[in-house]
């Protein structure tokens, strides 16, 4: 009978140390598979060619810093969150950023290297602001320019956000918001071509006024828009030409866009009161109250986001009565 029962405790036993064989066997492979799984998902990369080189960028990343505003709108749009921003001067449509739930990873120009590296993330996104720290962002994560040629805004504007489709793949959602940007366009332009009103952009920063003209920073209004320019020749550069208000005395144009630097640098003197003076109200636009203030978080911060372009388009078009 004693050598019955030990025959079956050890039966017992051998089936249970199977068992567990069996089940740890098992356990390791899925953890093995998983762990395939895994090491296959960070290695999907893709490569992106910007202006400032090749990088090879990870599909879908999770830890983003993001020093372009205007990408920055365009992620917002898409429903992709950042971890970084610089919070020095973020637009006010942008204003959730300012949160704690977003690290602040310095100004648009003096990026806090030590919190990037310490961050570590995936991607940093930039634009001209920062492209000569090219080389020493790229040492800390990949990086990528995304800033916008205005020389030919709406191409350079659409591969921009086709790079940033493949990364995220957000291509389908994103060619649904073109879609309503190029018809909002398109009725912007017969709208202006109606009109037949010339314009002339001019940037007020403190007591000094830059002009800009066709293939510059805020050439669009001329070059997608249609609105003409009163001066064909205005020298195209980032900074804008040097001008007084002689000039725009001279140049009297139907339609005055002003970009108020001032209001987003904190500034003490208003666009208004440096623009309407007394040389000005000589002008037709002044005239016909069609001196038009146009919103530097738009068109000075940020720029080339789904969202800013769209509003762009909004104000040319309200300006147009």
Same mark, same amino acid.
């Given at each position: 009978?004693? #050598? ?43 490569? *992106? ?9 990870? @599909? ?13 709108? +365009? ?48 991607? *940093? *996104? *930039? ?10 962002? @790229? ?10 040629? +205005? ?14 489709? +493949? ?70 550069? +980032? ?41 000005? #109200? ?40």
């Amino acid at each position: 009978m004693r #050598k019955i029962v030990l025959i079956c405790i050890l039966g017992i036993i051998a089936i249970f140390t199977a068992a567990c064989g069996e089940g740890s066997g098992d356990s390791k492979g899925d953890s093995s598979g998983g762990d395939d799984a895994e090491k296959q998902k960070e290695q999907e990369k893709v490569t *992106i060619s910007h202006e400032l080189g090749e990088t090879e960028v990870p @599909k879908n990343p999770e830890d983003v810093v993001v020093f372009d505003y205007g990408t920055l709108d +365009t992620l917002g749009k898409l429903g992709i969150e950042p971890v970084g921003v610089p919070k020095g001067s973020i637009p006010s449509y942008l204003e959730k950023y300012e949160s704690d739930d977003y690290e602040n990873v310095g100004s648009l120009k003096e990026p806090d290297f030590d919190k990037l590296a310490q961050m570590d993330p995936d991607l *940093i *996104i *930039i634009s001209g602001r920062q492209s000569s720290l090219y080389d020493q962002l @790229k040492e800390i994560a990949p990086t990528i320019y995304l800033g916008v040629d +205005t020389t030919r805004y709406m191409a350079s504007f659409k591969e921009n956000l086709s790079k940033i489709g +493949t990364i995220f793949d957000k291509q389908d959602e994103i060619d649904q918001e073109l879609q309503k940007i190029e018809q909002s366009i398109a009725d912007l332009k017969e709208k202006a071509s109606s009109s037949g009103n010339n314009a002339l952009i001019i940037l007020a920063n403190d007591d000094k006024i830059s002009a800009y003209g066709p293939s510059s920073r805020f050439g669009l209004i001329h070059d997608v828009f249609g609105i003409p320019a009163v001066d064909k020749d205005i020298e195209a550069s +980032t900074h804008g030409m040097n001008v007084s208000f002689e000039y725009v005395v001279e140049q009297n144009p139907e339609r005055l866009y002003v970009i108020d630097r001032g209001a987003v640098v904190g500034s003490e003197t208003s666009a208004k009161q440096l623009v309407e003076n007394d040389l000005t #109200k000589k002008t037709k636009a002044y005239k016909n109250d069609n001196i038009v203030y146009l919103n530097p978080d738009y068109w000075y911060l940020s720029g080339g986001g789904l969202v800013s372009v769209q509003e762009m388009v909004n104000e040319i078009s309200k300006s147009l009565k």
